[in-house]
Every structure is written in structure tokens, then in C-alpha cells.
Nanobody
Framework: QVQLVESGGGSVQAGGSLRLSCAAS????????IGWFRQAPGKEREFVAA????????YYTDSVKGRFTISRDNTKNTVYLQMNSLNPVDTAVYYC?????????????????WGQGTQVTVSS
């Protein structure tokens, strides 16, 4: 089992950057596939990015490709989401999630563990 805690959210102007962190507790963090999701008011939770166990495989939704970078440091039990060139449509609560299966999926129902979320607000 793993517990996840997100941090790094905040308010930023369009064009700015934020780096989100997802800190995990648990002895086998390196075995978990980690995804970032976001949910804007009145909208469904959507996939943003994901990273495999070793960090060598990453996936992004099309709208963030070239702007967001997901990475992980298994020695620190932490996954990061570097977000650059932010725009107002990126405003949402951002969640990290974990699952043990190594297969990629953007379906939030396939993830077993979730953090509490961190708010990201981008103003124009």
C-alpha cells in the first residue's frame, strides 16, 4: 500500500510555471506506476501524464505535450510534474495516483491510490 501527498500548487499568471510534487510513503514506491490527473470545476477528472517504474517511459495528454514534464526520483519516493507555459485552461485540482500494474492507462478507474489534490490556478 502507498500513501500519496501532493504539493506545489498555487496561483500563477498565464505563461508562468509551477512544479508539483507527489510524495509517497511505502517501502516499494519504485514498483508503482504513477499518473497525474486534473479536475476542473464541473468537469470530469482527466489524465495529464504518467511515468513508469524506472522513469524511462512517460506519457502525456496532447494538450500538455511540450509544456509539462513528468519525472520521478525513487530515492526520494517522489514524482514531479514540471508545468511550463501555463494558461487558464490548465486551472484545476491536480491529483497524483498510483497503481502496481506496469501497463499504461489514462483511465483513472484503473489507479488504486490517490492523493488529496493540490489546486493550480492560472490567471490571464
Amino acid at each position: 500500500q502507498v500513501q500519496l501527498v501532493e504539493s506545489g500548487g498555487g496561483s500563477v499568471q498565464a505563461g508562468g510555471s509551477l512544479r508539483l510534487s507527489c510524495a509517497a510513503s511505502g517501502r516499494t514506491f519504485s514498483l508503482y506506476y504513477i499518473g497525474w490527473f486534473r479536475q476542473a470545476p464541473g468537469k470530469e477528472r482527466e489524465f495529464v501524464a504518467a511515468i513508469g517504474w524506472s522513469g524511462s517511459t512517460t506519457y502525456y495528454t496532447d494538450s500538455v505535450k511540450g509544456r509539462f514534464t513528468i519525472s520521478r526520483d525513487n530515492t526520494k519516493n517522489t514524482v514531479y510534474l514540471q508545468m511550463n507555459s501555463l494558461n487558464p485552461v490548465d486551472t484545476a485540482v491536480y491529483y497524483c495516483a498510483a497503481k502496481t500494474s506496469p501497463l499504461h492507462t489514462s483511465d483513472p478507474a484503473r489507479y488504486d491510490y490517490w492523493g488529496q489534490g493540490t489546486q493550480v490556478t492560472v490567471s490571464s
